[in-house]
């Protein structure tokens, strides 16, 4: 062998020698080392974010969470960016889809230096993250830094229990073609109301100058009564949403049970009843998901987005008394109970 | 000389009559003892884990609430049992540990600890990783004292019918001596299986109390929430779902303080065995309702679901019959008349005994004799048995020839060819004479069959050297009886027996239309011993079964001699009974029946249609052996059966044809019969014994 062939055999040897060093000492990093995660919450460290946060206790996870609270401001929003930025946590976790959507950002940004770029993070409480751009498909990011959680329940699923409350053939929706998640969603329903062979009256909200109006909500509950509607169900628009009490309690004084996407219909207003994922439990999940990409070394883009398997099933007593629409004994066993009326 | 000579025969005769009746009581009581604890402990087992998944359930369910696992107010607070059950010797407890790091390979299991059982279950959150650890554990302490006081009561009980037998038999022959034990045998099977049925009953009401206190629960919730009973929605679709969810509820009944009643499920063996133990004022000691009263005076009753248990106490007395059955008629066969016809007796009995030794070997899971398909096996017993009737007394060497090689090789390498030696050699010994083919002969052959099934289903490996082994000595029983037969009884050989197997393969179709309808039988049998649950058996479940249906068939056989000598009914009762197997088995098939409880009472029928067959105009032409030659017929059918119903891969798409089969082959017989009984009946009887 020449001397160069040598040479070049020692320089082979000494950078398979190095790299193997080097794959060692990354493995071996993250067992001595203790992570931080940054929580960008929007109003307090409510049940998500507390069972996150209980999540990383309990798995054991070497992390400390440091929570910053936006207040409901988006203008906090920017700071938080720009202390990830500076610190530069492990990863970054951020609750509902206005901190998602302003410090991740959408998939095809044109700057996407205004945005927290290559720390890795997870999402949850969005309630459509294709939506609003933050993935490409609900069930995989296909962003190298970006995963997280569906708290959604599906629309087939919704419809099948309100079935197994109340028998029915035929129920509305009302939608605001305003909002592309609500006119989205309508269709959604409507697919699945074929697919379970139920009659969908489907109600859009008048619009005036683009914008709906409030007042509008008992005529058109009122017209689905007229229609022989025979339940009402609010699938995804932030305009029912806000505007759930005169909705859900229209509805009721006219006799028409309400089934919500929105577990908050239920337990702040007068729908019957939600299947929702528990807030805890989605923190949990995002808890897990942490847990992969830290010590499993899971890279977000290869991590779906990940869903509960079990939801829970709300019932609002107090409406079901003033309904006189019990709920079903299979369905008492295992419900949770809301709003219940005090004992005679 | 003469006299002492004969009374120390007798004297012996007696002595190994009470060693073999005490042997035989002993291992009888002893293996059932044994089966019914380990079932005991299985039916605890299957409790403890039903109640573990329901507790599970509950648990995950209950921490998605948002409880938490430990403290007050938690999962674990909620899910414990009533304290009914959580005290005395089977009291019920349960422990959930919230586990420290989250972990998904946390397994469910079972065991037992220092007097306890224990279930264990991961309890998962709502995205599948395990939390938290559920133990549900049970005290044995009841079950244990219960064995301990059984065991004890079966020493005391069987040196009892020892000693009373060893008195008798002073002063009795032998037959008449066992007839006060054989009572108190009996009396000692049933006080066994009363306590097995009475402790898997108890198993099964705890079962039962827990799972109405969770039906409670529910209904309690509805009330505290204020729904009015009258006005609760889907009580029936509830109630349903919960006799159909919790199996040791049998039926369920709510009623309300205004007499709104909801019922589900439907027990009536229950409430008949309810009403009895009430009438006969054992409530006290067999409960089998559960009642609790609810909030508003709402009472919500249920019964315990008592089938399970009656099924397992069922299989537990036919097992014990079988054993009865079996035991008895070879003492019966050996010592009547004092051991007058003891070499006739064996000379019957032991080629029949060593033939189904061989098919059981076959059906024991992975046979103990060799590693060749089982069809392989049952083919060859089927074929060497052929062979070695159609050279019975022809060629004297040719057999010595080929059994001494065949069952050389067969001990040193794979026992297939002691297979086909030995069942070769029950051809060449098989007993040709009417009297030697009765059902007590048949049901004293299964004795060894039934020691085999008994050994194994208590655990017992058998190696393959002792089989062979065991095989291989009564292989040369039965060959020294069949070569020194003509020296003793040479007059009483049968004439033409050499060309018989050749005449049913040419000449007589007939013959072979009873040799197809005895396999499709056959086949019936053994295909339902194939779904033969493993819950109390294990891997001897199916040879059992098909024990049990063996003894049935001889007993069917030994009913249908109560006819008598009225032969037409004899032929109308034969048709009758064949349909009547077909219709039988096909309820079971086709419209869903218990294809072991109705393929069991088809074998009854099956053994009476085997005795009348030797009885029909067209077999009484084969003369004074015409019986011999359709058990002959029929053992062969049993081997060719086992062969199909093992190469058969799904029992129920053989079952239909095999019916159709058996039904079918009834036409050229009943054709048969019909022109036996226009063409001068009296002169075919004429010669025939009846």
């Not at chain 1, 190095?18 to 307090?44: H, V």
């Not at chain 2, 959580?86 to 919230?98: H, I, N, T, Y």
């Not at chain 2, 038999?169 to 097995?196: E, H, K, T, Y």
Request: glycine share 8%; hydrophobic share 50%; aromatic share 8%.
């Amino acid at each position: 062998m020449t001397l160069l062939g040598r040479l070049i055999g020692l320089a082979a040897i000494l950078a398979l020698s190095l790299s193997g060093a080097n794959s060692a000492l990354a493995q071996n990093a993250p067992k001595d080392k203790r992570f931080t995660i940054y929580m960008a919450a929007w109003r307090g460290c409510e049940e998500a974010c507390q069972g996150f946060i209980d999540y990383v206790k309990e798995s054991g996870m070497p992390a400390d969470v440091v929570v910053r609270d936006a207040k409901t401001d988006k203008n906090t929003l920017n700071e938080f960016i720009k202390e990830v930025k500076a610190t530069r946590p492990d990863l970054v976790v951020t609750w509902g889809t206005n901190v998602t959507a302003q410090m991740v950002g959408p998939y095809d940004a044109p700057d996407p230096s205004k945005f927290i770029g290559n720390i890795p993070s997870i999402f949850m409480i969005v309630a459509d993250p294709v939506e609003a751009k933050i993935t490409k498909s609900q069930e995989i990011s296909n962003r190298p830094f970006v995963t997280g959680t569906r708290n959604r329940v599906s629309e087939i699923i919704q419809l099948k229990a309100m079935l197994e409350y109340r028998s029915f053939k035929r129920f509305g929706i009302i939608y605001n073609e305003n909002e592309l998640n609500s006119k989205v969603n309508a269709d959604i329903v409507k697919r699945a109301a074929d697919e379970l062979g139920l009659d969908l009256v489907m109600l859009p909200m008048p619009l005036y100058n683009g914008t709906p109006r409030r007042d509008d909500i008992p005529s058109l509950i009122q017209e689905a009564a007229d229609r022989g509607v025979e339940f009402l169900y609010i699938g995804s628009s932030s305009f029912i949403s806000v505007n759930a009490d005169i909705y859900t309690e229209t509805a009721v004084r006219l006799g028409i049970p309400v089934a919500s996407s929105y577990e908050t219909s239920v337990t702040e207003s007068s729908a019957l009843l939600a299947i929702a994922s528990k807030y805890g439990m989605v923190g949990r999940l995002a808890g897990y998901q942490a847990k992969r990409i830290l010590m499993d070394h899971v890279k977000p883009e290869e991590l779906p987005i990940a869903a509960l398997d079990r939801h829970s099933y709300i019932i609002n007593m107090r409406t079901a008394a003033a309904l006189k629409l019990y709920p079903p004994m299979t369905l008492l066993s295992y419900a949770e109970i809301v709003n219940q009326p005090d004992k005679k | 000389m003469g006299s002492e000579a004969r009374r120390l025969d007798l004297a012996l005769s007696r002595l190994a009559f009470w060693l073999a009746a005490s042997a035989l009581a002993a291992m009888t009581l002893l293996v059932l003892n044994d089966i019914g604890a380990r079932a005991i402990e299985t039916r605890v087992g299957l409790s403890l884990d039903a109640i573990a998944d329901s507790d599970r359930a509950r648990a995950e369910a209950s921490l998605d609430f948002g409880l938490p696992v430990n403290g007050l107010g938690s999962a674990e607070e909620l899910l414990q049992p009533p304290s009914t059950l959580a005290e005395g010797p089977d009291a019920l407890s349960l422990r959930l540990e919230k586990l420290q790091t989250v972990d998904r390979a946390v397994e469910n299991s079972r065991h037992r600890i220092a007097g306890t059982m224990v279930a264990e279950r991961a309890v998962s959150d709502s995205h599948g990783e395990s939390i938290a650890r559920l133990y549900v554990t049970r005290s044995m302490a009841g079950i244990d004292a219960a064995l301990a006081e059984r065991d004890r009561a079966i020493t005391i009980g069987l040196s009892l019918i020892a000693a009373l037998l060893a008195l008798l038999l002073v002063f009795s022959p032998p037959w008449d001596a066992i007839r006060v034990p054989a009572v108190l045998f009996v009396g000692g099977v049933l006080f066994m299986l009363a306590s097995l049925g009475w402790q898997a009953t108890d198993i099964s009401r705890q079962a039962a109390a827990l799972a109405v206190a969770d039906t409670a629960g529910h209904l309690n919730r509805a009330l505290s929430l204020g729904i009015p009973f009258d006005n609760l929605v889907g009580m029936l679709d509830y109630l349903k779902q919960q006799v159909a969810s919790k199996p040791a509820i049998g039926a369920i009944e709510v009623s309300g303080a205004s007499g709104v009643t909801y019922a589900a499920g439907s027990d009536p063996l229950g409430q008949i065995l309810a009403k009895w133990t009430s009438w006969l004022g054992l409530s006290g000691f067999v409960s089998l309702g559960v009642e609790q009263v609810l909030e508003e005076g709402v009472r919500l009753k249920a019964s315990v679901n008592i089938l399970p248990v009656l099924a397992e106490v069922g299989a537990f007395a036919l097992v014990a019959f079988v054993f009865f059955v079996s035991g008895g008629a070879m003492l019966r066969a050996i010592w009547q008349g004092e051991g007058r016809s003891l070499y006739e007796a064996v000379r019957s009995t032991l080629p029949l005994g060593l033939f189904f030794l061989l098919l059981f070997f076959c059906w024991g899971g992975p046979s103990a004799l060799s590693a060749a398909p089982p069809v392989a096996q049952f083919a060859s017993i089927a074929v060497a048995f052929v062979l070695g009737l159609a050279l019975q007394r022809r060629v004297r060497l040719f057999p010595l020839v080929v059994i001494v090689p065949a069952g050389g090789l067969g001990l040193w390498l794979d026992g297939l060819p002691l297979m086909a030696a030995s069942a070769l050699t029950c051809g060449l010994g098989f007993h040709w004479n009417e009297d030697g083919a009765k059902p007590v002969h048949l049901g004293a052959a299964l004795l060894p069959s039934v020691c085999f099934a008994g050994i194994t289903a208590v655990g017992f490996a058998v190696e393959t050297l002792m089989a062979k082994g065991a095989i291989a000595l009564l292989m040369v029983l039965v060959f020294v009886l069949a070569e020194i037969r003509p020296k003793v009884e040479a007059s009483r050989s049968p004439p033409m027996i050499a060309g018989f197997t050749l005449r049913i393969l040419l000449d007589n179709w007939i013959w072979l239309c009873l040799f197809a309808m005895q396999t499709a039988g056959f086949l019936l049998l053994a295909l339902a011993a194939r779904q033969m649950p493993a819950l109390l058996f294990g891997n001897s479940g199916p040879a059992l079964y098909l024990l049990v249906t063996a003894v049935l068939y001889a007993a069917g056989g030994l009913l249908a001699g109560l006819v008598g000598t009225w032969r037409r009914a004899r032929w109308v009762l034969f048709e009758l009974a064949v349909f009547a197997v077909a219709l039988i088995v096909a309820q079971a098939y086709a419209a869903g029946g218990p294809v072991l409880v109705n393929t069991a009472i088809a074998a009854v029928l099956m053994g009476a249609v085997g005795r009348w067959m030797s009885q029909l105009p067209f077999t009484l032409g084969a003369g004074h052996f015409r019986g011999a030659r359709v058990l002959a017929s029929g053992l062969t059918a049993f081997a060719a059966a086992g062969a199909i119903a093992q190469e058969t891969a799904i029992p129920e798409q053989a079952a239909l044809p095999a019916i159709l089969v058996y039904l079918m082959m009834l036409a050229p017989l009943a054709f048969t019969i019909i022109a036996g009984m226009r063409i001068r009946p009296r002169r075919i009887f004429s010669g025939s014994t009846g």
